[in-house]
């Protein structure tokens, strides 16, 4: 694919339409039936923030990793780009708190308001090493009420809760479908559409009596309190994802099916709050049997959408919507074969938005095709763990965070007994924008496209063909055997590939073994081309093989004892970004648990505090490259309590971490609180360096060093 698809490009400019599939050559993503429009790029009363790609940050789990965040009167008006009676909007409030938004239709408000919680939201994974506080976001849909048209302004207005508004999509609504004759209709044998009664013995009926037909759902809300079994032979069929709906976290849960199951046009939205991963709480847990189809659904607030195990063969998933699942979105569990997961809109999952893992047994001649993937907010867009001859294709993957890339074909089992990658696995014609993030586990980036022998060698054939790499704020390509034990990633082929902008490198090889790339064309690069440094050190070398045909990645990083951090020798991704945020951090002295790094944790209420009455006092971080930086920002608590004080200090920098000369001589700098406790201190220009270091002699507040945020900046 020699250029960036019609959905990659509109997803870029802060638009997602639907003419992706009206492309003259394959495009990446789904065609779907609404556009989205970003918050960031409309008009608005309130406070734009981000970009941010560290782990755990609101703006970091955000759709182009940017939103406007409201208080109260507030507002954010959308322009509509199509005719439309309906919007999902992606949105977050703080942990704890519930709330509306207004709803202005060309300056009018109307009856109708959207709701807005953090129940869903703010989930905890203690036992995924490296996972902090995630899935900040959720969504709220609204039936308008009224049509509008391309050029109407449909404005959101916060009321008493701060609420920050990602994303919002506009869609025209069909009118509720009609009943199908001959069907069994599930208010006959006495289902509750209005959401009070018990339902789930109608629909248990309702399928048994309709075994080779149709059960009818209704437009309606249904209540059901235990999960369906002994699902065969039949058609679950609903008016409309809008119009019929199921509350449950627990739809179907059986291990085998004879198959003929037909899942389609009704919503299912659950009660699942945390992640539970011994629960079924999922739409589909097991299996629905052999040529089974699951189309056109709504599936949101569940743990899993579908859970695939036992015999699922040439199941065909498409045309669904999965939405802020708390783990995956679909999990194929292994032994699928022929099964087909396409045009389908995954946004705010968990975990993997869709993942291939063979445990037990492999995954075969299996598919994801043409799927839109948005804010994974734990792993990766795709994933596929072990298999034979499977394939990837024309997907869009966007912002994915903290411990996934864009689309990964690993080796990892998690379990045994498990099926190694075999045969040829073909990842093609796919777009990944702003994909791949720090694994905190591992302190370094994981890659837009990730291949890794994590626990046993790679000896499929992989074969990455027609790729666009848009915005990745690290690495383009990885390979890597992320268990830690050096084994090879090999049999690899990359050609035809348009990176355009890497924060790092396009190639990140830290593993053995070897890939030929053909036709790979870079620009935008943030470091050098390569860094090719083995990990574990000592593991192996992995040869790249010119295949001819590439362009503007041909620079060697040459320091395997450091990583190249964003924007060193080009422009940086994130020109706004806080260098210092994360970094190590040392000290002279700190008091009790007022440690170094509280001051570049990101959180302006935690600081250092230094040995008390012992001036002078430093405090130093590494920002892992040497950058041109041009100021900081100097913070102590926002809070009243600290009033205000003086603290005198100078910075000094290095590059090497042993040498330090003075950048700014010593000074007084007053934190009033009336100003937020904040100072700004503007360095010279030319100034270059990798470690800053603070060395503080006074302080008329304390009488020790306090800082709650060192922030260092380009520009």
């Not at 069994?184 to 309709?210: C, E, H, K, L, M």
């Not at 890497?502 to 050098?528: D, I, L, P, Y």
Request: net charge negative; glycine share 10%.
């Amino acid at each position: 694919m020699p250029l960036a698809c019609a959905a990659a490009v509109a997803l870029a400019a802060g638009m997602l339409g639907t003419t992706a599939a009206h492309s003259a050559v394959a495009a990446a993503g789904a065609d779907l039936p609404f556009t989205s429009v970003e918050a960031e790029s409309v008009s608005s009363t309130g406070t734009r923030i981000g970009p941010d790609h560290t782990q755990g940050t609101l703006a970091s789990e955000a759709s182009g990793r940017q939103a406007v965040r409201l208080t109260a009167g507030r507002r954010v008006e959308f322009t509509v780009p199509r005719a439309a009676n309906a919007v999902n909007v992606s949105y977050s409030v703080p942990d704890g708190q519930s709330g509306s938004l207004d709803v202005y239709v060309n300056g009018t408000k109307i009856a109708r308001t959207l709701p807005v919680t953090s129940k869903y939201s703010y989930v905890d994974t203690p036992w995924i090493a490296g996972a902090r506080t995630h899935h900040l976001f959720d969504n709220a849909r609204l039936l308008l009420g009224q049509n509008v048209q391309a050029g109407d302004k449909v404005a959101f207005q916060a009321t008493s809760t701060q609420v920050t508004v990602d994303v919002a999509d506009f869609e025209q609504v069909a009118a509720a479908g009609a009943r199908p004759a001959g069907s069994v209709s599930v208010t006959d044998r006495g289902a509750d559409p209005g959401g009070q009664g018990d339902s789930t013995q109608a629909f248990r009926d309702a399928i048994s009596a309709a075994r080779g037909g149709v059960v009818w759902i209704p437009p309606g809300d249904y209540r059901i309190t235990s999960s369906l079994s002994g699902v065969q032979n039949v058609t679950l069929q609903g008016a409309g994802s809008w119009y019929s709906v199921v509350r449950t976290s627990r739809f179907i849960d059986q291990t085998s099916s004879s198959g003929g199951v037909h899942l389609k046009d009704f919503a299912v939205i659950g009660e699942v709050t945390e992640r539970v991963d011994s629960n079924p709480d999922n739409f589909v847990n097991g299996s629905l049997g052999p040529g089974s189809s699951v189309s056109g659904m709504w599936l949101q607030h569940l743990k899993v959408g579908l859970w695939l195990t036992g015999n699922n063969d040439n199941l065909v998933v498409e045309n669904n919507r999965i939405l802020d699942t708390t783990a995956d979105g679909l999990n194929l569990n292994g032994n699928a074969r022929g099964v087909r997961v396409r045009n389908n809109f995954l946004r705010n999952n968990g975990d993997d938005a869709l993942a291939m893992w063979s445990l037990n047994a492999p995954d075969t001649d299996s598919s994801f095709e043409n799927n839109t993937i948005s804010q994974p907010n734990l792993a990766n867009g795709i994933a596929v763990y072990g298999g034979t001859d499977l394939a990837v294709r024309n997907n869009l993957v966007s912002d994915t965070n903290a411990l996934g890339s864009g689309i990964a074909i690993s080796n990892q089992k998690f379990l045994d007994p498990f099926s190694p990658l075999a045969g040829t696995i073909t990842v093609s014609g796919n777009t990944l924008v702003r994909t791949g993030a720090i694994n905190p586990n591992w302190n370094h980036p994981m890659g837009a496209l990730r291949v890794d022998s994590y626990d046993s060698a790679i000896e499929a054939t992989v074969d990455i063909t027609g790729t666009t790499i848009t915005d990745s704020p690290y690495s383009a390509f990885e390979f890597v055997s992320g268990g830690g034990r050096g084994y090879a990633t090999k049999n690899i082929r990359v050609d035809g590939a348009t990176v355009d902008r890497t924060g790092t490198v396009v190639v990140q090889a830290e593993s053995q073994g070897a890939a030929r790339f053909s036709n790979v064309k870079a620009t935008g690069v943030g470091s050098a081309g390569i860094y090719n440094c083995p990990y574990p050190a000592g593991s192996g070398t992995f040869t790249l093989t010119d295949g001819g045909g590439n362009s503007g990645w041909d620079s060697t990083w040459s320091d395997c004892s450091t990583w190249p951090q964003p924007g060193t020798g080009n422009p940086d991704p994130d020109p706004a970004r806080n260098l210092a945020k994360g970094r190590p951090a040392t000290a002279t002295g700190s008091q009790d648990v007022y440690t170094p790094a509280k001051a570049v944790d990101g959180d302006a209420n935690s600081y250092w505090e230094s040995t008390n009455n012992a001036f002078p006092q430093s405090w130093t971080t590494d920002l892992g490259s040497a950058f041109a930086t041009r100021r900081l920002v100097l913070k102590v608590p926002p809070a009243s309590a600290w009033q205000v004080r003086t603290q005198t200090l100078s910075v000094l920098g290095s590059t090497d971490g042993s040498a330090y000369s003075t950048v700014v001589a010593s000074k007084a700098y007053r934190f009033d609180p009336a100003t937020g406790n904040t100072v700004t201190v503007t360095l010279p220009a030319g100034t270059n360096l990798r470690y800053l270091r603070l060395q503080v002699t006074a302080n008329t507040g304390w009488p020790a060093a306090q800082l709650s945020e060192v922030e260092a900046y380009l520009s």
